[in-house]
């Protein structure tokens, strides 16, 4: 059985990433990037579905972990009855392949390690071939399954039906390294290469990746880990973001609510993008946008609202036959068909994205620009049309609150864009249909029975997407209306002290079962409280949702109050980024209140 979901940790090259278990196990990896096919994947079923166990052959040895600072390279202490030793877990950055390194330290005294490797690719789908090749120097063992092939270098490893295993001695002072190198299979082994330097200039890049970094003083520690995690998760080459590391591990245990995150979501990718330019990473904006304008380069009327790493349009969602799934949580999906979805959101977001980019320096191309007057035109065209919603309901397409909010938040991006940066566009008729738009979203999406705006027109309900009304300047935090929301969202949605999205039970998603609190949702509740003077509300809510990262600071998406577990896709990149908009809140509110103090002093 897989261990809870906040026992892995992640290493990763900013092309793919592998989950490192406590007891030294990597449970899933898929290579080369995050949306390849597993070859290891007993976190969506049992060891047999393929992992790579390093740890002392002690059964009572204990482990400590955590990252070198400013790095995902992973630290892990073990301490056994007869010694101590160290393994370090990396991928090594900059070197345009796919390798695992897994170095063993000996710290004191003489430790027994054991090695259990089970390769399973496509899914569990394929065992594959395996040889043993002495010849390339040293011991070395290579895996061919279709196309994927796999060489690993270190101790012999010694074939057991269908696994591979080796036991090996280390003493203090002495250093092995194992290493995993993926490879075409229809190409030669690619050679050696020297540890040392790997490690050396992987902490070097992280760190100096890190160093751009401005966080505030409070809750500085885990918003810098949330942004090497937002860093983590987007794809060097291409500049697309990815939404989780993982697939189908469930909202809920045993549920069928299990999704595959591996993908661009444009609006999760246009949020990480508006907070790494907020904290000193301009520079990842010309990247992104580069990867925006080649994805949806085109028709506007054919935009997804996802796409793959390199822009991918098909994303044809199955279930996949070979993996039961995370504690028999079924089905296990790869892909998504939500990218068939229209989410008229997505166009808020992501010209918000684009207006901050441009805000911190990045220059308009005839291209970029003239890209977003389309989608500006497509708002224009579409902006009455109902939708699937922020969280892609599976059911009827209905006049959300939230996607009407977005929509006018695009054409204020428009409008700022003309008046405030020079470019051209019909700035009047965007103006006039804005406020056409205010007009609605205050008078259809507003219930006065409730004194609250509602899930979607005449629903009667709330959705905590209505907590970023605030976020995009459509209302104050502390005018009467959304004061009211706020209210009702905390009596309708709050599940043992944090936020559900909506309310499951109403059907209006079209899917069986339930789901856990949602940590983003809670997260823009502390950012509301801080910006409507409820600051230790907002640092009180603040400080739990902070308390439910694992040891080396990551989230998923969920949290199982009663079970004390996370729950959903890990890590998840909307979840640390709200996290760091939270913590912004807070900070900012901080000074305000500070500031406030301080002029009431030289008043009197």
Request: glycine content about 8%; overall charge negative.
């Amino acid at each position: 059985m897989p261990l809870n979901i906040e026992d892995y940790a992640l290493i990763g090259d900013t092309h793919t990433g592998a989950l490192v278990g406590r007891n030294g196990s990597i449970d899933w990896l898929c290579l080369p990037r995050f949306d390849s096919a597993s070859v290891f994947g007993a976190i969506l079923g049992s060891e047999d579905h393929g992992r790579w166990l390093l740890a002392p052959a002690d059964s009572s040895a204990t482990a400590t972990r955590d990252y070198l600072p400013d790095t995902f390279v992973l630290s892990t202490r073990w301490v056994t009855q007869s010694g101590v030793v160290e393994v370090t877990d990396f991928m090594p950055h900059g070197d345009r392949r796919a390798d695992i390194v897994r170095r063993v330290r000996g710290i004191s005294g003489v430790v027994e390690m054991r090695q259990d490797l089970r390769m399973r690719f496509d899914y569990a789908a394929a065992i594959p071939w395996v040889r043993q090749a002495p010849h390339e120097g040293g011991n070395a063992l290579i895996a061919v399954a279709g196309p994927d092939a796999l060489v690993i270098r270190g101790p012999r490893l010694h074939p057991n039906d269908h696994f591979h295993s080796a036991e090996f001695a280390i003493a203090e002072g002495e250093t092995v390294d194992i290493v995993m190198t993926w490879y075409p299979a229809h190409r030669q082994p690619p050679e050696a290469k020297d540890v040392d330097a790997q490690l050396e200039h992987t902490i070097g890049w992280w760190r100096d990746w890190a160093s751009s970094s401005v966080v505030p003083a409070r809750y500085a520690s885990i918003v810098h880990r949330s942004l090497l995690v937002l860093r983590a998760l987007t794809h060097e080459d291409t500049g697309g973001i990815v939404a989780a590391a993982t697939t189908s591990l469930p909202e809920q245990i045993g549920g069928g609510r299990n999704w595959d995150y591996r993908y661009v979501w444009l609006r999760d990718a246009s949020l990480t993008l508006d907070v790494l330019i907020g904290h000193g990473f301009a520079s990842e904006a010309n990247s992104w946008r580069n990867w925006l304008l080649r994805a949806i380069a085109g028709d506007p009327a054919d935009v997804q609202i996802m796409y793959g790493l390199s822009g991918e349009r098909r994303l044809t969602e199955w279930e996949v036959p070979t993996l039961p799934g995370y504690r028999n949580s079924s089905p296990v999906r790869v892909g998504n068909d939500a990218y068939v979805q229209y989410q008229g959101d997505i166009f808020g977001e992501v010209l918000r994205a684009l207006e901050n980019a441009r805000v911190a320096g990045v220059k308009e191309t005839d291209f970029s620009w003239s890209l977003q007057r389309a989608l500006l035109q497509f708002v224009e065209d579409n902006w009455r049309r109902p939708d699937n919603g922020i969280w892609e309901i599976r059911g009827p397409e209905r006049e959300f609150t939230h996607s009407r909010v977005m929509l006018w938040s695009a054409l204020d991006c428009g409008i700022r864009a003309v008046r405030e940066h020079g470019l051209r566009g019909p700035v009047s008729r965007w103006v006039k249909l804005r406020d056409e738009l205010a007009e609605e979203i205050h008078t259809r999406g507003f219930d006065e029975t409730i004194g609250s705006y509602t899930q979607y027109y005449g629903s009667g309900t709330v959705d905590a997407s209505l907590l970023q009304m605030v976020q995009v300047g459509f209302i104050a935090a502390d005018d009467p209306r959304m004061l009211g929301t706020v209210a009702r969202i905390e009596s309708e949605l709050m599940q043992d002290g944090l936020l559900a999205r909506y309310r499951t039970q109403s059907g209006v998603d079209g899917l069986a079962g339930g789901e856990h609190p949602f940590l983003a949702c809670s997260f823009w509740l502390v950012e509301q409280y801080a910006a409507s003077h409820r600051l230790a509300d907002a640092t009180e809510l603040m400080d739990r949702l902070v308390s439910y990262s694992n040891d080396v600071g990551l989230l998923s998406e969920e949290y199982d109050v009663q079970g004390k577990r996370l729950v959903g896709n890990f890590p998840q990149a909307l979840s640390h980024l709200a996290l760091v908009r939270a913590a912004d809140a807070i900070d900012a509110a901080e000074k305000r209140t500070t500031q406030q103090a301080a002029q009431t002093r030289h008043a009197g």
